[in-house]
């Protein structure tokens, strides 16, 4: 069975620094991966995935995500952060060849606290 | 356009109450989602529409949850004889097709408060 790791719960930046969010997958194959972003109150929003090809991904946001097959990683990364980057991020896979649709198993998340 | 939306936000029931959370996807929309999401965790797959047709519903913890979408559009999720940790945000999303590739546009998610 597929699984995300996600680790730290919690993130804090300085606006203005990098921020970094990791994910790490267990897959038997390399699967496909997502990037939510889920803001109080509303409902979960695409970052950005990676499907097939280029495995450096832009998303939405100034973010980018990096498929690493070698080390079944893809973290989440933007250069500078601002305010309104303060959210819970979650990392999700979904295996293409096992169940015919996409049946995204999630990470349990991070808090994203970005501070003046 | 609109996005998905979910009725009600909140839902507050006693133990051993029937309640129905409504999903409206994007229109056009074939492939539906349900996803329970606890306090501190990540969402939790329920069930799959392709469609009128539940694809796929090996997330429903019990025979106490079930889910319909009579004419391949709304889609409502039933909890019978509720219990205490039935309480988490429920969440609705739907995809153009369903593939593997796709992309799910989530809704703002019904509360339930089992007291």
């Known amino acids: 069975a597929q699984s995300v790791t996600q680790l730290g719960s919690h993130v804090s930046v300085s606006e203005g620094a990098l921020v970094l969010l990791r994910c790490n997958y267990s897959?038997?194959?390399?699967?496909?991966l997502f990037w939510y972003v889920q803001y109080p109150n509303q409902g979960l929003q695409l970052l950005l995935k990676y499907t097939t090809g280029a495995t450096l991904v832009k998303g939405i946001n100034g973010f980018e995500a990096e498929f690493k097959k070698s080390e079944t990683s893809f973290h989440l990364t933007k250069p500078s952060a601002h305010m309104s980057d303060a959210a819970e991020y979650f990392c999700?896979?979904?295996?293409?060849?096992?169940?015919?649709?996409?049946?995204?198993?999630f990470g349990t998340g991070t808090r994203l606290l970005v501070s003046p | 356009g609109a996005g998905v939306s979910q009725t009600p936000s909140n839902k507050v029931t006693e133990k051993g109450k029937y309640v129905e959370l409504r999903c409206d996807p994007i229109s056009g929309h074939t492939a539906l989602y349900w996803y329970r999401q606890s306090l501190g965790q990540g969402p939790e797959f329920l069930i799959y529409?392709?469609?009128?047709?539940?694809?796929?519903d090996s997330g429903l913890p019990n025979d106490r949850f079930f889910a319909v979408r009579p004419e391949g559009s709304v889609s409502t999720l039933k909890i019978q004889r509720t219990e205490r940790g039935d309480s988490a945000v429920y969440l609705c999303?739907?995809?153009?097709?369903?593939?593997?590739?796709?992309?799910?546009?989530f809704g703002p998610g019904t509360r339930l408060t089992v007291l």
């Open positions: 897959s038997s194959v390399p699967p496909y």
């Open positions: 999303a739907s995809s153009l097709t369903g593939l593997e590739s796709d992309t799910q546009y």
């Open positions: 999700a896979v979904s295996d293409p060849m096992n169940t015919g649709f996409q049946k995204l198993v």
């Open positions: 529409f392709q469609g009128t047709g539940a694809a796929d």
